[in-house]
């Protein structure tokens, strides 16, 4: 399998998986500004692939979503309905959150690689990036730092440690469309 096939699958489904209920590995990573990290493990089978669309179907139990590609991932001719693939992630701090664009429905948008937050003991095969979430905001709860919302996929929970986003956060109601930008680390396995 080519490098950017792997990247864009990388990118495809891993973005797709954010808000899965995940199986647990026994791996952990140190985030910055979170600590000690499980990496998550989350199987998933490829429904469809729109290559003109650059977007990715991906299917977990009864959840199916899309997931758009950036062009910087290659093209997605290897890609094919059916693929099995187990998706190990490692999820970072939230970067960013605010109001989404009126009319916006729930999905997942891969952005650059980023370099920050580190990943403390990472394996070399996974990939950092960052990905904005879009979806319902259900709650903030000040005093924990966790923000409750109901992504592509389903209910999540993450935990904000940036003042700056928990402001942000305080003035959004209860079923705003939000969206969270946070940073990630996937790796891909085509089995």
């Given at each position: 399998?080519s490098?950017?096939?792997?990247?864009?699958l990388a990118?495809?489904v891993?973005?797709?998986?954010?808000?899965?209920?995940?199986?647990i590995t026994?791996?952990?990573?140190?985030v910055?500004?979170?600590g000690p990290?499980?990496?998550?493990?989350?199987?998933?089978?490829?429904?469809?692939?729109?290559?003109?669309?650059?977007?990715?179907?991906?299917?977990?139990?009864?959840?199916?979503?899309?997931?758009?590609?950036p062009?910087?991932?290659?093209?997605l001719?290897?890609?094919?309905?059916?693929?099995?693939l187990?998706?190990?992630?490692?999820e970072?701090?939230?970067?960013g959150a605010?109001?989404a664009?009126?009319?916006?429905r729930?999905?997942?948008?891969?952005?650059?690689?980023t370099?920050s937050?580190?990943?403390q003991?990472?394996?070399?095969k996974?990939?950092?990036?960052?990905?904005t979430?879009?979806?319902?905001f259900?709650s903030?709860?000040?005093?924990?730092?966790v923000?409750?919302f109901?992504?592509?996929i389903?209910?999540?929970?993450?935990?904000?440690v940036d003042?700056?986003?928990r402001d942000d956060?305080r003035?959004?109601r209860?079923?705003?469309m939000?969206d969270?930008t946070f940073?990630e680390a996937?790796?891909?396995?085509?089995y």
């Amino acid at each position: 399998m080519s490098k950017h096939l792997v990247r864009a699958l990388a990118i495809a489904v891993a973005l797709g998986a954010a808000a899965c209920a995940p199986t647990i590995t026994s791996q952990t990573i140190i985030v910055a500004g979170v600590g000690p990290v499980e990496i998550e493990q989350i199987e998933v089978e490829v429904v469809d692939v729109a290559p003109a669309a650059r977007t990715v179907a991906v299917r977990q139990g009864r959840f199916v979503w899309d997931v758009r590609v950036p062009e910087a991932f290659g093209d997605l001719q290897n890609i094919r309905a059916g693929d099995r693939l187990a998706i190990h992630r490692a999820e970072g701090v939230i970067l960013g959150a605010r109001r989404a664009k009126k009319g916006a429905r729930p999905g997942i948008v891969y952005t650059d690689v980023t370099g920050s937050p580190s990943f403390q003991n990472l394996p070399d095969k996974y990939v950092v990036r960052s990905l904005t979430l879009t979806a319902r905001f259900e709650s903030f709860d000040p005093a924990s730092g966790v923000v409750s919302f109901v992504g592509p996929i389903g209910p999540r929970r993450l935990t904000v440690v940036d003042p700056a986003i928990r402001d942000d956060l305080r003035r959004i109601r209860r079923g705003d469309m939000i969206d969270l930008t946070f940073a990630e680390a996937v790796y891909i396995q085509k089995y």
